[in-house]
């Protein structure tokens, strides 16, 4: 079993839906989580990180991690073409932003 | 954000032979850097974490007499993919960065044939 499970898509949409990109995980040492989005022949760019549980929320874009369940969520708003990317979910235990786990990452394309 | 570049951005070489690939973060000092393998669908996987001055620490599973990384500097890590072969062929992800960030090079497509 993978330590982190991203459904690999691609997942596509209208634009102006409401995205929802999800990942589990199976380690509980996981602390911190973060979430990222990668172009095409691109290095991945950070969107959003959060400690433990909880949301938070930033523009468009909303992560939630529930520890409990082993699952986090990002929820894109309004979703535009430009959003079509790869969207990767990465967790650390009490590293900070050192030694990641990363999913997948879910393909998603918004259509005009 | 901080920018981090690799060189090169593509490289095909044949069975056998060494190809270096460089890391260099532009516009900020890196005292850590990773290096990162991607094989398609598949997630990035570490591959070592360099300190500058010092020898890098491989992960599990990760041939460190086969995958040279050197950090002579704090803008410029080295991954020197030695006797490569096939299976090699992978996309490497160098990032730069600590406790509060990693910053993403764009990658480096290496084909072995």
């Known amino acids: 079993q993978k330590e982190v499970e991203q459904d690999p898509g691609p997942l596509s949409v209208p634009e102006g839906a409401i995205v929802s990109l999800n990942c589990t995980y199976s380690?509980?040492?996981?602390?911190?989580f973060m979430w990222y989005r990668q172009y095409s022949r691109k290095g991945p760019e950070l969107l959003m990180y959060t400690y433990s549980s909880g949301n938070k929320e930033d523009g468009r874009f909303t992560a939630q991690v529930d520890k409990s369940s082993k699952y986090i969520s990002l929820f894109i708003r309004d979703s535009q073409p430009s959003d079509s990317a790869t969207y990767l979910c990465?967790?650390?235990?009490?590293?900070?932003?050192?030694?990641?786990?990363f999913g997948t990452g879910t393909r998603l394309l918004v259509s005009p | 954000g901080a920018v981090v570049s690799q060189h090169p951005s593509w490289v095909i070489c044949k069975s056998g032979t060494s190809v270096k690939i460089e890391c260099r973060s532009l516009?900020?000092?890196?005292?850590?850097m990773f290096w990162y393998r991607q094989f398609p669908k598949q997630s990035l996987m570490l591959m070592a974490t360099s300190n500058e001055g010092s020898k890098a620490t491989y992960e599990q599973g990760v041939e460190k007499d086969k995958f040279l990384i050197n950090h002579a500097s704090l803008t410029l890590s080295t991954l020197t993919v030695t006797s490569a072969h096939p299976e090699d062929s992978s996309f490497y992800i160098c990032?730069?960065?600590?406790?509060?960030?990693?910053?993403f090079g764009p990658g480096t497509r290496l084909t072995v044939t």
């Open positions: 380690n509980s040492a996981f602390q911190y």
């Open positions: 990032s730069a960065g600590g406790s509060y960030e990693q910053y």
């Open positions: 990465a967790m650390s235990m009490n590293t900070g932003f050192q030694k990641l786990v």
């Open positions: 516009d900020f000092q890196a005292t850590t």
